[in-house]
């Protein structure tokens, strides 16, 4: 299978569906069946899923210790996942692991317990990244909220759900302006 089809089959995969199965720890994804859906999932010789989904909502994670690993022994090309489901969860943070998902362009983080706001920047490694939900955290309380992460993620068209309109990108660059200082260059001293 050359690239181009492998592209095209991932794309009209069903996800990998981890969704409501109590789980803990991300290594018991290794030892748990996925949910079925409507269509069978395809898998490659070696018995890992094409799919570019990945589907974590509704189990009791804290941490995502070892998802790397994991992702790998259940996905054939874990580098091309475009679609992360972790929203009704416990995490408290958003982990670095994710920003080494370049192809992600879907993160559900809804009904988590990530406290500052400050977490979102870790996204903005991410180059593909268009749809982001994270209402239901207790950063949602923080003002400025939606402005913040329209600013620090300018690419994202989609979030918690709402389409982002240009009035939302012009109100979130006015919000920057009045609240969020420059970074001011360092001037280098001489040294005599």
């Known amino acids: 299978m050359n690239k181009q089809d492998y592209m095209n089959t991932w794309v009209q995969e069903p996800p990998l569906d981890y969704s409501f199965r109590s789980i803990h ?62 929203s009704f969860n416990d995490l408290t943070s958003i982990d670095p692991v994710l920003t080494t998902f370049f192809n992600l362009s879907v993160l559900y983080l809804h009904g988590n317990s990530i406290q500052r706001l400050g977490e979102v920047n870790k996204l903005a490694v991410l180059p593909r990244l268009r749809s982001l939900t994270l209402h239901g955290n207790p950063m949602e309380e923080e003002k400025g909220y939606r402005q913040y992460v329209l600013c620090t993620l300018p690419r994202i068209t989609t979030f918690d759900f709402s389409g982002v309109t240009k009035a939302d990108r012009t109100t979130a660059e006015v919000w920057k302006r009045m609240n969020i200082k420059p970074k001011k260059a360092r001037i280098k001293q001489n040294i005599l």
């Open 25 to 86: 720890i991300i290594q018991d994804l290794v030892n748990e069946e996925p949910r079925t859906g409507l269509r069978p999932l395809k898998r490659s010789k070696s018995g890992k899923s094409l799919t570019q989904s990945l589907w974590l909502n509704n189990n009791v994670l804290n941490d995502l210790r070892d998802f790397n690993q994991v992702a790998s022994k259940l996905l054939k090309h874990p580098e091309n996942l475009a679609w992360i489901d972790l």
